[in-house]
């Protein structure tokens, strides 16, 4: 019984992903693409979820779909809407070249999933209660990870001063 | 494991990843194209986190978050110059946007 529900949620989540990562590309208004993105890494986050991962879910929501997302809304309400179709700009065989190499990629990765896939990803069994959870996360990053812990917090600090430069830079020039 | 198995994760990862290159070369607005490199690194971390539950391993997880911050970054100063780009009154297409002038 809790089977079929998991794969219920999973087909609806997984279905949510893929429509709605089709319409980020194919929208030709920028703010609907934006709205769909979150539609997005919502789903994603519902995946998350499924795979036992809760903080990073949680992180999910809050940083993606909200944080970074109610940026880009602000910065596309503030340049204006502006509607192009997805193909317009290049010549037609550029669009095409396009659509083949991101065909490439696609069935690249999944030939060496199913290669793979054959023997040792069936095998998946339980964890504990603990694995996901922020202490169990926390944890590691001040122990195993403290470096990579230390070097995300200087890469925020250096795109912060970045976008503080880029900022004040334009308004100079125009003074 | 309750539910469908890591492959089957793996591949809405890899249809992720698919799509979110194909809008970064085909589309010409440079709004969508940082929308669609979301959708590339967010590929990228369902492969990660579902690896991380297959090998019963923290680390999966952990780079996922680093991911989330370095793509919060890459956020920060994308818009950052897209903000830039419209206040010069340059035209927002990625291919017009091709000299670097000082």
């Known amino acids: ?175 | 494991m309750l539910g469908p198995g890591i492959a089957w994760y793996l591949g809405i990862s890899a249809f992720l990843f698919g799509i979110g290159a194909l809008g970064v070369l085909l589309r010409r607005n440079p709004l969508i194209v940082l929308l669609s490199l979301e959708i590339m690194l967010n590929g990228a971390n369902l492969a990660l986190i579902a690896f991380s539950r297959h090998a019963h391993n923290g680390a999966g997880q952990i780079f996922a978050l680093a991911v989330m911050a370095v793509a919060a970054s890459e956020v920060c100063v994308g818009l950052g110059l897209v903000v830039a780009i419209n206040r010069r009154n340059l035209e927002l297409d990625v291919d017009r946007l091709s000299e670097l002038r000082g």
Request: charged share 10%.
């Open chain 1, 1 to 175: 019984m809790g089977n079929v529900l998991v794969w219920i949620v999973w087909v609806g989540a997984a279905s949510a992903c893929l429509a709605s990562g089709v319409a980020v590309v194919t929208f030709r208004n920028p703010f609907l693409s934006a709205l769909a993105l979150i539609g997005n890494l919502g789903s994603l986050a519902v995946l998350y979820l499924l795979l036992s991962a809760e903080f990073v879910a949680a992180a999910q929501v809050l940083v993606y779909a909200g944080a970074v997302m109610v940026m880009f809304l602000f910065v596309i309400a503030y340049i204006g809407p502006r509607q192009e179709a997805p193909w317009a700009g290049g010549p037609r065989w550029q669009s095409l070249a396009a659509v083949l190499a991101a065909a490439a990629i696609f069935v690249e990765i999944m030939v060496a999933i199913g290669l793979k896939a054959g023997g040792k990803l069936a095998h998946t069994d339980h964890v504990n209660a603990t694995f996901g959870s922020p202490g169990w996360i926390g944890r590691l990053f001040l122990t195993d990870h403290l470096l990579a812990f230390e070097i995300t917090s200087i890469v925020l600090l250096v795109a912060a001063v970045g976008g503080v430069i880029l900022g004040s830079h334009t308004k100079r020039l125009e003074a």
